[in-house]
């Protein structure tokens, strides 16, 4: 059974930076066989799908987090990274790194949670003002 972790999570003030990132048991983000992700979970809310990676790297965001947030993957390390910048308080969270598969391909990364079959077990960021 495939599984996720993450790690990198913390306490920031707004406007700090911060670097998420997911390791996997298996080989989930070196090749083309996994749609893979990171989405969040605010207390009280819905899960919130906020970017994801196709397996030829097109990435998509929410628009709550584009132009501040970047997903990558090393595909050496096997490992999959959210970089946070310009954070806010809202964006305090707990946050999941997520993949979809084994498929034939993944040609289009899901920003919905729902498509997600493997997820880790989160980091906690926290965003003061």
């Known amino acids: 059974q495939v599984q996720l972790e993450e790690s990198g999570g913390g306490s920031v003030q707004s406007g700090g930076s911060l670097r998420l990132s997911c390791t996997s048991s298996?080989?989930?983000?070196?090749?083309?066989?996994?749609?893979m992700g990171w989405f969040r979970q605010a207390p009280g809310k819905d899960p919130e799908g906020i970017a994801s990676m196709n397996d030829g790297g097109e990435q998509r965001y929410s628009e709550s987090v584009k132009g501040r947030f970047i997903i990558s993957r090393d595909t050496a390390r096997n490992s999959l990274y959210l970089q946070m910048n310009d954070l806010k308080p809202e964006d305090t969270a707990m946050y999941f790194c997520?993949?979809?598969?084994?498929?034939?391909?993944?040609?289009?990364?899901?920003?919905?949670?729902?498509?997600?079959?493997?997820r880790g077990r989160g980091t906690q960021v926290t965003v003061s003002s």
């Open positions: 997520a993949a979809d598969g084994p498929l034939a391909r993944c040609a289009v990364a899901s920003l919905r949670t729902w498509d997600y079959d493997i």
């Open positions: 298996s080989s989930v983000f070196t090749g083309t066989r996994y749609c």
